[in-house]
């Protein structure tokens, strides 16, 4: 049987020890991937069931998270949007937006750890009925206190959502499988990106329907939906290979052989004192989380303010809507094709840092051309929203790539996730202030341009080190024996 014939996992000995104990084992072992026709049917066999259901889930999650920048500006010209209605000023809404993340931050680890207890099916289902149920609640606030209060329910509700996705990939994926498969989940928050504005452009003409402005038809069509599919996650999302009665005995033999040195495993002990130590001392990993807190505010400002960036090119009302569509489009391409080469390549590091230069050349084009150059600044964005957004889940891959045990890739993913999408993205709240919309956002555009270099800086350093270590690594070997590298 496959759950027979797992290999005990090393975990069971405990915090940083287990994972040297892990290292000196493996070295023994040939980790040269193998490319086998009944492997290949494996893995396809799983992306058939996994992939479309964890991006569906990502693509609602992100929908009912950003959806509050197009109330925001949805039939504003007749004074129906969500921000007069509600009372609310410039700040206030910002503090709105803000208060989401707050919640975001402090539920993401403790999701993460309660995924593994109670089943990836079980947890993520009960999270996308909260948030949709939320977000329909969202729809029925009508001054600024319910408004705060709402979102900080919603940011807590969907903080479990994605770093559980990335650390559930890593039960079923090796890591050099692990950064497109990222990237069709986040690009689906791309396509989110571009729906979003379709639907909200559909919508406004549902203004005054029944009584109600258009902009709390929105938030009631779009939380539907993901009350209805968490109980289609609860029933069709697969938990661990082990488990998966869709897979023979002899396949899951394969995926647990596939998966003995670079998976997660669903047997695996849940997390202890010694694990909490060894990644709170692991110093490598802040050079990632620092990387992923610069990258997260071009991506929460950008998810937030897209219909107030392109209003601000010229674009009115529900123009404005439908125009923020092309830069969504753009990304979602953009970022299947490099994180498809960085894995292809084990190059993560080097795309990491080329598409962050590529964003922060837009967004700096984007600040310092003239604010009436309307169609440059408009081309700026599109290029500055792929770049930004490409970088990311070769990031991503690359953190789970060299994490060695189930317990800490949870903690790992959630922490990292947890400073950058929680803490990382309140700044890109600020940054694009109502007051310079005339000007352009020079603000807003010059601070993800910042951000944006001191990725493709920190991303060079951290390819740098992991160089050096695998060097290290090669030289101290004994003779014939070819040890388990960091990848790159």
Known sequence: MATENMPSDVEKYGGSAAEELERKREATIDTTPVSSSAERKLVFKQDL??????????????????????????????HNDMQT????????FNIALMIFLIGYFLFEVPSNILLKKLRPSRWLAFLMVAWGAITIGLGGVHNYPAMTGVRFLLGASEAGLFPGLVYYLTFWYKSDERSIR????????????????????????MNQTRGLSAWRWLFMLEGIPSCLSGILVWFFLPDYPERAKWLSEGEKDLAAQRLYIEGSKGTARSLTKEDLKAVLTDWRLYGHY?????????????????????????????????MTVPPWAAAYV??????????????????????????????????????????????CLIVGTAGAFACIPPMLGWLTSNLFSTATTGLVV?????????????????????????KGYPTGHGVNCAMLFFVAIGAVCLRIFYGWKNRNLLKNAPEGVTPRLFKL
């Open 182 to 205: 990222v990237a069709f989940i986040l690009a689906s928050a791309t396509l989110a990106g571009a729906f979003g504005g379709a639907i909200a452009f559909g919508v406004g003409h």
């Open 290 to 322: 620092a990387i992923y807190f610069a990258v997260s505010l071009p991506f929460s400002s950008l998810s937030l303010f897209s219909p107030s960036i392109v209003a601000g090119l010229g674009y009115k009302d529900l123009e404005a809507q439908l």
């Open 414 to 438: 959630a922490l990292n996730v947890s400073i950058g999408a929680g803490l990382g993205q309140i700044p890109g709240v600020w940054i694009y202030k109502a007051e310079e919309a005339e």
């Open 85 to 92: 209605e509600t009372g609310a000023s410039n700040y206030q």
């Open 334 to 379: 953009v970022q299947i094709l490099f994180a498809w080469s960085a894995d292809h390549f084990n190059a993560r590091g080097y795309h990491c840092a080329a598409g962050a230069l590529i964003g922060a050349a837009g967004f700096l084009a984007s600040a310092v051309l003239p604010a009436h150059n309307y169609n440059g600044r408009y081309g």
């Open 49 to 78: 069931r996994i992939v479309p259901l964890a991006a569906g889930i990502y693509f609602l999650c992100y929908l009912d998270r950003s959806n509050i920048g197009n109330a925001k500006v949805l039939n504003s010209s007749t």
